[in-house]
């Protein structure tokens, strides 16, 4: 079981940058699907989540208007559209299914400049 985050980088604010996370070792079909943000020190904070079948969102208060969360079954990958983005989105992202958790992904570094 894995799930490997990409797509992070060096941005600047007002940016924008698409995330991807792809699972191995089983399928995301069936599972509500989540994004959350770590940075030192902190706790992961869960920034937005998807549904099964991609109906229904949910996203943080600070990420609503600006973020978008998605998903294609077919190739066991979600993704999180992130525009207009603040110098305070700085954080590793994360993937996963929001419970139970699998074994956490590397994560992806986003650096938002300012």
């Known amino acids: 079981v894995q799930l490997v985050e990409s797509g992070g980088g060096l941005v600047q604010a007002g940016g924008s940058l698409r995330l991807s996370c792809t699972a191995s070792g089983f399928t995301i079909t069936s599972n509500f699907m989540a994004w959350y943000r770590q940075v030192p020190l902190k706790q992961r904070e869960l920034v937005a989540k998807i549904s099964s079948g991609g109906g229904v969102t949910d996203y943080a208060d600070s990420v609503k208007g600006r973020f978008t969360i998605s998903r294609d079954n077919g190739k066991n990958t979600v993704y999180l559209q992130m525009n207009s983005l603040k110098v305070e989105d700085t954080a590793v992202y994360y993937c996963?299914?929001?419970?139970?958790?699998?074994?956490w992904g590397q994560g992806t570094q986003v650096t938002v400049s300012s």
């Open positions: 996963n299914v929001p419970y139970p958790s699998r074994p």
